[in-house]
């Protein structure tokens, strides 16, 4: 018999066979896991089995690459949370569904779980959160190899007045140095590089620059979109 507990985020619930379910998870030793739920889509399953949800789960399977069956307990309702909350809700499916789709299973992302975890636990923040999930998305580049490098510009090497960013490279350019082909690069919105103030545009110029090298290196890999609710996100933003 195989088995593991851990503390885990519900990325994904679909319904299987009669008032059951199949599950995908963030666990935080574990990584991205599936797994059998019983009475999972059942109506008091339902209401543990929300993606955005922390649980305390056991997963127990008799050989090591079965399925397996999941049992867990709530810890933090964090899609309860977002439920009248638009901006909420949009940011909680955008990063489920984003983690689902790019992290290889049964991998640990210790990285991309804690940064998924501490979005949930302010998942009341609504839109001020957007900022806070585009630096998510960096991060979880970075840790699937897919780093951007935003420590000085690719042409000059001079760390200031970082403007845009290759979308060929990821490696950023000073304004003066992208002059002549900016039309060309992604706009690098400055709360990447620092604390500065922030507006919709800034957040809309982040999502396009995360989405773009995340359609291209991690879901075009695989032959895939970005997945439907992480471009509601961007719409949100225009």
Not at 159 to 184: C, F, I, M
Not at 186 to 198: R, S, T
Not at 199 to 224: E, K, N, S, Y
Request: proline share 5%.
């Amino acid at each position: 018999m195989e088995a593991w507990q851990d503390e885990a985020i519900v990325l994904a619930v679909r319904a299987h066979g009669e008032g059951h379910a199949v599950a995908s998870v963030l666990a935080r030793a574990h990584g991205h896991w599936r797994g059998h739920v019983r009475g999972g889509s059942s109506r008091a399953g339902r209401a543990v089995w929300q993606p955005g949800n922390r649980l305390g789960l056991h997963w127990t399977a008799r050989i090591a690459d079965q399925l397996g069956q999941f049992a867990g307990e709530l810890a933090d309702a964090a899609a309860a949370r977002a439920l009248d909350d638009p901006g909420a809700l949009a940011i909680l499916a955008a990063a489920c569904a984003v983690a689902e789709g790019a992290l290889p299973e049964r991998e640990p992302h210790p990285l991309a779980f804690a940064g998924l975890a501490a979005l949930l636990e302010r998942i009341g923040e609504g839109d001020g959160l957007a900022p806070d999930y585009v630096r998510w998305e960096a991060a979880l580049l970075a840790e699937l190899g897919y780093g951007l490098d935003l420590s000085g510009c690719a042409v000059t090497g001079r760390a200031d007045d970082l403007a845009y960013v290759s979308p060929r490279t990821g490696r950023a350019v000073s304004r003066a140095a992208a002059e002549p082909w900016k039309h060309r690069l992604l706009a690098l919105p400055p709360f990447l590089l620092g604390n500065a103030a922030v507006g919709p545009q800034d957040v809309a110029a982040g999502l396009r620059l995360t989405g773009h090298f995340l359609a291209r290196d991690v879901f075009g890999l695989r032959h895939l979109g970005l997945p439907p609710a992480r471009l509601r996100l961007a719409d949100r933003f225009g």
